[in-house]
């Protein structure tokens, strides 16, 4: 099966090429470059939901992936944690994508956009794919936000958390990249190594070369599970 993995920034899609090891081929798309290497097609789409919905899209209109369709897109990167169960450098698989600010902000507080009677605010990654891969690297699963403005004050940390109980990272891509793939109707999965933690903001305590390493180690550990993952073994529960 073709993977189709999108990362927001260019060291990101270089950490996850790293874990293949073989030739890279590379591949011009509108805006963008796909890295090759065997199954996996990996794609630095861009910052924010925006961005790597728009490159999710074209890499999956494109034709890129020409010999066989794409059986499975993976939203990957560093992120932000909300608690000190999954530290620097560890790594998380979601098993809810969450849009955390997608709404309204009313008198009596935020409201989703679904409570505004359209659109959707979650996507749920095929459960036994989440298993599996958290299996295989030894990863935390639990709800990954998505955001527009990265975190920066205790304040909106335990505002996100009371919203969202159980949440474990956020990130900045998982939403845009599972709406590109739902509408191509293929599965999505989001994966996320640890490089900060969401709360006031404190770039100089971020640990972005350990969450790049644990994203090559991750991808190299998974890379057997998401080319044989097949989606029966998800409808069959
Ligand atoms: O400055 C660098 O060297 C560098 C290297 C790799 C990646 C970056 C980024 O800034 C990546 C931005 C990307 O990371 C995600 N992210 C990481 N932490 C958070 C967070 O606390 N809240 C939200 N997003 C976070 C996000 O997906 C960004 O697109 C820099």
């Not at 509108?30 to 097609?41: I, Q, T």
């Not at 630095?44 to 794409?70: C, H, N």
């Not at 620097?88 to 849009?99: K, N, P, R, T, Y």
């Not at 640890?194 to 640990?207: E, I, K, L, Q």
Request: glycine share 12%.
């Amino acid at each position: 099966m073709r993977v189709l993995v999108v990362t927001a920034v260019p060291v990101e899609r270089d950490a996850v090429m790293r874990a293949f090891g073989g030739p890279e081929e590379h591949v011009a798309l509108p805006g963008s470059e796909l890295h090759r290497c065997g199954a996996f097609d990996v794609l630095a789409g861009g910052a924010g939901p925006a961005a790597a919905a728009a490159a999710t899209a074209f890499a999956l209109a494109s034709g890129a992936s020409a010999s066989a369709p794409y059986g499975l897109v993976v939203s990957a990167g560093i992120g932000g944690a909300f608690t000190p169960v999954t530290p620097l450098g560890s790594l998380i698989v979601a098993d809810g994508i969450v849009a955390a600010d997608l709404g309204a902000e009313t008198a009596d507080g935020f409201l989703p956009v679904t409570a505004l009677g359209f659109g959707r605010d979650r996507f749920t990654p095929p459960p036994a794919l989440v298993r599996a891969v958290a299996a295989a690297t030894g990863a935390a699963t639990g709800p990954v936000l998505t955001v527009s403005t990265v975190t920066g004050s205790a304040e909106r940390a335990g505002a996100l958390l009371a919203a969202h109980p159980g949440v474990l990272a956020e990130a900045m891509e998982g939403f845009g990249v599972a709406e590109a793939a739902a509408r191509a109707d293929v599965p999505v999965l989001e994966v996320r190594a640890v490089s900060n933690a969401v709360g006031p903001r404190d770039r100089d305590a971020w640990r972005i070369g350990d969450a790049l390493a644990a994203l090559t180690d991750a991808f190299g550990k998974a890379a057997p599970v998401l080319q044989g993952w097949n989606s029966h073994e998800d409808l069959e529960g």
